[in-house]
């Protein structure tokens, strides 16, 4: 077990926590580096210059905002998400690196944007498997404000599984979703090598997260997410309009796994 035995996280430990998190993201995702890849080629294209701000929504420890800042070292990152663990990784991580910076902020409240002390409006927003944990009315509200903080033409890019409307194409719907079954079946006959829960379960014997997983209990935090809050691709189509995005639309898929695409009107 990583970091066993000690109180105090070193960044040797984060990254092997982190490490251990990537394996477990991709067990859900087989495509997770592709979408990562198209993502960022998405905010190379549309942001227009070399040293874009960009906001990673839910980044958890940094995956995606890493990633981002390799290929594009100018760039500005604010890496935002509430929960203290997956901070406390990506700040012991990757707390130097340039151009990023983490914010504990709820993306659920009313003046998330505020507590961000943006110097100037952002070029784009990113986000994988995240936005789908906020319930309908907290997501527009969230998109709503992050309207008001990203410059005209900005991009908001969601990484996630968002589902068509079950009335309208149910056998559709169906299908995607066995389909994503089966292939989780042929890669893991066995099941998943670690779940999301597993990988909760190991770091919570980690003492040297014991501050950030009280704080975690203290914000109640496991309790919050039951998985469908915002699983329709028509609740962020319909957030997205609501806020003021000019186009709304898909830009890469497989199957359900989609980068949703909005750009704020000029
Ligand atoms: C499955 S993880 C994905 C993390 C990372 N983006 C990745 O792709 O590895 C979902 C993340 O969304 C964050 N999140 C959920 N609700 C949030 C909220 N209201 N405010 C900020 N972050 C939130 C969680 O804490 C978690 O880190």
């Given at each position: 077990?990583?970091?066993?035995?000690?109180?105090?996280?070193?960044?040797?430990?984060?990254?092997?926590?982190?490490?251990?998190?990537?394996?477990q993201?991709?067990?859900?995702?087989?495509?997770?580096?592709?979408?990562?890849?198209?993502?960022?080629?998405?905010?190379?294209?549309?942001?227009?210059?070399?040293?874009?701000?960009?906001?990673?929504?839910?980044?958890?420890?940094?995956?995606?905002?890493?990633?981002?800042?390799?290929?594009?070292?100018?760039?500005?990152?604010?890496?935002?998400?509430?929960?203290?663990?997956?901070?406390?990784?990506?700040?012991?991580?990757?707390?130097?690196?340039?151009?990023?910076?983490?914010a504990?902020?709820?993306?659920?409240?009313?003046?998330?944007?505020g507590?961000?002390?943006?110097?100037?409006?952002?070029?784009?927003?990113?986000?994988?498997?995240?936005?789908?944990?906020?319930?309908?009315?907290?997501?527009?509200?969230?998109?709503?404000?992050?309207?008001?903080?990203?410059?005209?033409?900005?991009?908001?890019?969601?990484?996630?599984?968002?589902r068509?409307?079950?009335?309208?194409?149910?056998?559709?719907?169906r299908?995607?979703?066995?389909?994503?079954?089966r292939?989780?079946?042929?890669?893991?006959?066995?099941?998943?090598?670690?779940?999301?829960?597993?990988?909760?379960?190991?770091?919570?014997?980690?003492?040297a997260?014991?501050?950030?997983?009280?704080?975690?209990?203290?914000?109640?935090?496991?309790?919050?997410?039951?998985?469908?809050?915002s699983?329709?691709?028509?609740?962020?189509?319909?957030?997205?309009?609501?806020?003021?995005?000019?186009?709304?639309g898909?830009i890469?898929?497989?199957?359900?796994?989609?980068?949703?695409?909005?750009?704020?009107?000029?």
């Amino acid at each position: 077990m990583p970091g066993l035995n000690q109180d105090v996280l070193d960044r040797e430990t984060a990254q092997r926590w982190i490490a251990r998190w990537e394996i477990q993201q991709q067990g859900y995702l087989p495509d997770r580096e592709d979408r990562f890849t198209a993502l960022i080629d998405a905010v190379e294209e549309a942001a227009g210059r070399a040293d874009p701000l960009v906001l990673d929504l839910g980044c958890g420890p940094g995956s995606l905002s890493v990633r981002l800042l390799d290929r594009m070292p100018a760039a500005r990152v604010v890496a935002i998400d509430t929960d203290p663990v997956l901070l406390a990784l990506g700040r012991t991580a990757y707390g130097d690196r340039d151009g990023l910076r983490f914010a504990d902020v709820d993306l659920r409240s009313n003046g998330w944007t505020g507590e961000l002390a943006l110097d100037r409006p952002a070029d784009a927003a990113v986000s994988t498997t995240a936005l789908h944990w906020l319930r309908p009315e907290a997501l527009h509200g969230m998109y709503a404000r992050l309207a008001t903080v990203l410059r005209p033409g900005g991009l908001l890019l969601d990484g996630d599984h968002l589902r068509d409307d079950a009335t309208a194409v149910p056998t559709l719907v169906r299908l995607g979703q066995v389909l994503i079954e089966r292939e989780e079946r042929r890669r893991f006959p066995d099941g998943l090598p670690e779940s999301w829960q597993g990988w909760w379960e190991a770091i919570k014997e980690d003492p040297a997260l014991g501050a950030p997983l009280a704080e975690r209990e203290q914000r109640r935090l496991s309790e919050d997410h039951h998985g469908s809050e915002s699983v329709q691709l028509a609740t962020h189509v319909d957030g997205l309009r609501a806020a003021g995005f000019a186009e709304i639309g898909t830009i890469w898929q497989r199957g359900e796994n989609r980068i949703l695409a909005g750009v704020l009107a000029p």
